[in-house]
């Protein structure tokens, strides 16, 4: 409820029929990033010139600072590919601005002085469940230097909670020449093999999620 998780339908067309009805039209939803026009070579098919961008997933609303909704991240249910999708980029949303929870986030950034930063939507609304408030989540792309800006707007202190494989470690390290000069003290946890920041705060419980931080080397 806090954040507003829904499901789109397992259907080509649910949302594009459901908001045609209030009379948004299939180009509204495409330059929006929630409906796809269809490859020329389908024109003969059934049905519009577009179908759903979202279709048989877990929806997370992404907001921005003003709680309005401007994009839209989506889990599948099941074994399909990809298994995270987002809004493409539009006028409303760019990836490499926005970060997820901010607009939950930011009393306790404001509060704490510091942010934690992970790499997924349930990432951070695990540990926002298990009282880990200053959390927020990139989408898909790496920090970039508009995400550290509009940290620095916030927090003094950073703490990167990247997933413990070469992979996270190869974020962690891109993410130092960013935060050299910008102001902001910067730590890397690094969690236990085997676990995420979902599944270690659910088996240790925010303690010792705590005890990690405390003892978090700095980036450099």
Not at 106 to 112: C, K, S, T, V
Not at 116 to 141: K, P, S, W
Not at 183 to 210: C, K, M, N, Q, W
Request: glycine fraction near 12%.
């Amino acid at each position: 409820e806090a954040f507003g998780l829904g499901c789109a339908i397992p259907e080509w067309d649910g949302l594009l029929k459901a908001l045609g009805r209030q009379g948004v039209t299939p180009a509204d939803l495409a330059e929006v990033g929630l409906a796809v026009p269809r490859d020329q070579s389908q024109r003969g098919s059934a049905g519009s010139g577009f179908y759903d961008r979202f279709r048989g997933r877990v929806m997370f609303p992404i907001r921005d600072l003003r709680k309005t909704v401007i994009a839209f991240g989506g889990r599948v249910l099941g074994d399909g590919l990809p298994k995270y999708l987002n809004s493409s980029e539009s006028a409303l949303f760019s990836k490499g601005r926005t970060l997820f929870a901010l607009d939950v986030a930011r009393e306790a950034l404001q509060r704490d002085g510091r942010a934690i930063i992970v790499e997924g939507y349930l990432d951070a609304i695990a540990l926002h469940q298990a009282g880990v408030q200053g959390t927020v989540a990139t989408l898909g792309t790496a920090l970039t230097s508009d995400h550290v800006a509009l940290l620095r707007r916030f927090v003094k202190h950073v703490v990167l909670l990247f997933d413990p494989d070469a992979a996270g470690v190869r974020a962690s390290l891109r993410a130092l020449d960013m935060f050299v000069d910008s102001g902001i003290g910067v730590t890397v946890v690094s969690l236990p093999d085997g676990h995420d920041p979902d599944t270690y705060i659910r088996a240790h419980g925010p303690e010792a999620f705590r005890e990690l931080e405390k003892r978090a080397p700095s980036l450099l």
